[in-house]
């Protein structure tokens, strides 16, 4: 393991740059991003996305790790960018999100587990805010917020499906307020999209205080603001704001920093770790939320457009089992060899591809072996990306490490020297429906979208408060490129996709379009990854995945 100042001085920080945190973690300050941000030049920006995947993953965080790995062992100064591990997944069926294998960012214990506090910094502005939204009503409520009409919720960052329907205000004090108030898991909090989408702390508070809390009686918008809410909720986040430098299991530089979910929110890290990666490497390689119908095109609709930046280069992470998944195979059928799922799990890889030519992304697939994948059905995958004129390269981080990887870092470079750049799919000034529209036309095959009853009173509501700007952030199913998570591979002939509700993040800039049921406060399995969990006489934690 490197020093901090090591680590600091392999992207050219010196030590006046840096603020110890956490043994060899250290917080870059927002101020000393900015100046960096601010020189130029810039380096390459990669984005690494991936197919539809399994309820396991299929590793893009491995493949971002080994990559900036692979880049170093070439000889180029390369970051990972990665979004901070939530407690919630951690102890629930996903595990960690530090990476495995040869291909971890360290202290992978401690990132896992809480790092250097930021998520509970998120969780502690956010009930900040439900706090004085309660005791604005106790104390007579000025501000004739209509109590059936609050719309913030309260946050935890633990999986607990108990709290996803609460009453709160169920006091003896005829002052108290009744009414409903569920939780949400913190990296669904519009606090944490804002953490990751802030410029700087005046950036911050303007966007803490344009959050909606709730609407009066008669119909107008009531804000943070309004609670005189976002000085102190910037005042819990100074520090969270603040990127965290680690490094890779080799020594690579590595960010990692905030967690917004990857369909409620636009589910990456935040736009300070990627100007700080851009400005001080050859090579920022940043990992995206589930696929390039989720992920990617977030990433290319919402986060370049706040970067000023488009993406110069895109790794697609294929494995066999989420294309067995798609072809049919259950996914413990696609855990061995199934050439005929596989065969028709294809049509869905196609679609992928099809998606980073539609964002404008010059695109490698990395073919992520798992133990026990078949050479016949790793050629099959090989043959139809050259179909579709695509370079495959085979990445080996978790069992190889840096030295796994190389064959694609050298992919990358090449693809990222074609001088191809990303485009959104649709102009900055285009109506949310039709944008939604237009995402579901060109990356979901879809036919068309169906807006019920009272998605088109959500857009109504909208347009009449003034919120109808920004980008959409679709939340829907990652299971699929539909919004049935049943439904596989492309979906069939004069399909459409239905919005049940547009909601607004006015503080994160975007409009919510919800597909579906979309869960956002997950429960426990019936054996939680907790159950492994423990920590040794000696003090040693164990048993995080």
């Given at each position: 393991?490197?020093?901090?100042?090591?680590?600091?001085?392999?992207?050219?920080?010196?030590?006046?740059?840096?603020?110890?945190?956490?043994?060899?973690?250290?917080?870059?300050?927002?101020?000393?991003?900015?100046?960096?941000?601010?020189?130029?030049?810039?380096?390459?920006?990669?984005?690494?996305?991936?197919?539809?995947?399994?309820?396991?993953?299929?590793?893009?965080?491995?493949?971002?790790?080994?990559?900036?790995?692979?880049?170093?062992?070439?000889?180029?100064?390369?970051?990972?960018?990665?979004?901070?591990?939530?407690?919630?997944?951690?102890?629930?069926?996903?595990?960690?999100?530090?990476?495995?294998?040869?291909?971890?960012?360290?202290?992978?214990?401690?990132?896992?587990?809480?790092?250097?506090?930021?998520?509970?910094?998120?969780?502690?502005?956010?009930?900040?805010?439900?706090?004085?939204?309660?005791?604005?009503?106790?104390?007579?409520?000025?501000?004739?917020?209509?109590?059936?009409?609050?719309?913030?919720?309260?946050?935890?960052?633990?999986?607990?499906?108990?709290?996803?329907?609460?009453?709160?205000?169920?006091?003896?004090?005829?002052?108290?307020?009744?009414?409903?108030?569920?939780?949400?898991?913190?990296?669904?909090?519009?606090?944490?999209?804002?953490?990751?989408?802030?410029?700087?702390?005046?950036?911050?508070?303007?966007?803490?205080?344009?959050?909606?809390?709730?609407?009066?009686?008669?119909?107008?918008?009531?804000?943070?603001?309004?609670?005189?809410?976002?000085?102190?909720?910037?005042?819990?986040?100074?520090?969270?704001?603040?990127?965290?430098?680690?490094?890779?299991?080799?020594?690579?530089?590595?960010?990692?920093?905030?967690?917004?979910?990857?369909?409620?929110?636009?589910?990456?890290?935040?736009?300070?770790?990627?100007?700080?990666?851009?400005?001080?490497?050859?090579?920022?390689?940043?990992?995206?939320?589930?696929?390039?119908?989720?992920?990617?095109?977030?990433?290319?609709?919402?986060?370049?457009?706040?970067?000023?930046?488009?993406?110069?280069?895109?790794?697609?992470?294929?494995?066999?089992?989420?294309?067995?998944?798609?072809?049919?195979?259950?996914?413990?059928?696609a855990e061995q060899p199934a050439p005929a799922a596989l065969a028709r799990g294809l049509e869905s890889l196609e679609q992928h591809l099809a998606n980073l030519?539609?964002?404008?992304?010059?695109?490698?697939?990395?073919?992520?072996?798992?133990?026990?994948?078949?050479?016949?059905?790793?050629?099959?995958?090989?043959?139809?990306?050259?179909?579709?004129?695509?370079?495959?390269?085979?990445?080996?981080?978790?069992?190889?490490?840096?030295?796994?990887?190389?064959?694609?870092?050298?992919?990358?470079?090449?693809?990222?020297?074609l001088g191809r750049r990303s485009r959104p799919l649709y102009p900055p000034d285009t109506a949310p429906e039709r944008q939604l529209e237009i995402i579901a036309?060109?990356?979901?095959?879809?036919?068309?979208?169906?807006?019920?009853?009272?998605a088109a009173a959500d857009l109504a509501t909208w347009a009449r408060i003034g919120e109808r700007s920004g980008p959409v952030c679709v939340a829907k199913t990652?299971?699929?490129?539909?919004?049935?998570?049943?439904?596989?591979?492309?979906?069939?002939?004069?399909?459409?996709?239905?919005?049940?509700?547009?909601?607004?993040?006015?503080?994160?800039?975007?409009?919510?379009?919800?597909?579906?049921?979309?869960?956002?406060?997950?429960?426990?399995?019936?054996?939680?990854?907790?159950?492994?969990?423990?920590?040794?006489?000696?003090?040693?934690?164990?048993?995080?995945?």
């Amino acid at each position: 393991m490197r020093s901090l100042p090591e680590l600091g001085r392999a992207l050219g920080l010196g030590p006046e740059e840096l603020r110890p945190a956490l043994g060899t973690v250290g917080k870059v300050p927002v101020s000393v991003v900015r100046a960096w941000a601010e020189r130029g030049p810039r380096g390459k920006l990669v984005l690494v996305t991936g197919v539809t995947p399994t309820r396991h993953g299929e590793g893009k965080t491995v493949t971002v790790i080994g990559l900036a790995d692979g880049l170093a062992r070439a000889g180029r100064r390369a970051v990972a960018c990665l979004r901070q591990p939530s407690l919630g997944p951690t102890f629930g069926v996903k595990g960690g999100a530090t990476g495995g294998g040869r291909a971890t960012v360290e202290p992978a214990a401690e990132i896992n587990l809480g790092f250097t506090g930021d998520i509970h910094a998120v969780a502690a502005a956010h009930n900040l805010l439900s706090a004085l939204v309660d005791n604005h009503l106790f104390h007579g409520n000025a501000l004739g917020i209509d109590p059936a009409r609050i719309l913030w919720p309260r946050t935890t960052d633990t999986e607990d499906r108990a709290l996803r329907h609460v009453t709160v205000g169920k006091l003896p004090d005829p002052r108290s307020v009744v009414h409903d108030n569920p939780f949400v898991i913190t990296a669904a909090s519009e606090v944490m999209a804002i953490l990751a989408l802030a410029r700087d702390y005046a950036d911050l508070k303007q966007r803490l205080g344009r959050m909606l809390v709730a609407f009066d009686r008669a119909g107008a918008a009531v804000r943070a603001t309004d609670l005189k809410a976002e000085g102190a909720m910037a005042a819990v986040l100074r520090d969270a704001l603040e990127p965290n430098l680690v490094q890779t299991s080799e020594g690579v530089p590595a960010l990692v920093h905030a967690g917004p979910f990857g369909n409620i929110a636009h589910g990456t890290c935040s736009r300070l770790a990627i100007e700080l990666g851009l400005a001080t490497s050859e090579y920022c390689v940043v990992e995206a939320g589930f696929a390039t119908d989720l992920g990617a095109e977030k990433f290319v609709d919402i986060v370049t457009p706040v970067l000023g930046v488009p993406v110069d280069a895109a790794v697609l992470v294929v494995t066999q089992r989420s294309l067995r998944v798609q072809g049919g195979a259950t996914e413990a059928e696609a855990e061995q060899p199934a050439p005929a799922a596989l065969a028709r799990g294809l049509e869905s890889l196609e679609q992928h591809l099809a998606n980073l030519e539609a964002l404008g992304l010059a695109g490698v697939v990395a073919l992520n072996r798992f133990p026990g994948d078949s050479d016949a059905e790793a050629e099959a995958i090989r043959t139809g990306c050259r179909a579709h004129g695509v370079e495959l390269a085979v990445s080996r981080g978790f069992e190889e490490g840096g030295a796994g990887t190389v064959e694609l870092a050298r992919a990358v470079e090449a693809a990222a020297g074609l001088g191809r750049r990303s485009r959104p799919l649709y102009p900055p000034d285009t109506a949310p429906e039709r944008q939604l529209e237009i995402i579901a036309r060109m990356l979901y095959a879809a036919s068309g979208v169906e807006t019920l009853e009272e998605a088109a009173a959500d857009l109504a509501t909208w347009a009449r408060i003034g919120e109808r700007s920004g980008p959409v952030c679709v939340a829907k199913t990652p299971l699929s490129l539909s919004d049935d998570p049943k439904l596989r591979n492309r979906p069939p002939p004069g399909y459409r996709v239905h919005v049940d509700r547009f909601l607004r993040s006015a503080g994160a800039g975007f409009t919510v379009a919800q597909l579906g049921t979309v869960e956002l406060m997950p429960g426990l399995p019936t054996h939680p990854a907790s159950e492994g969990i423990d920590v040794t006489p000696d003090g040693r934690v164990v048993g995080v995945h």
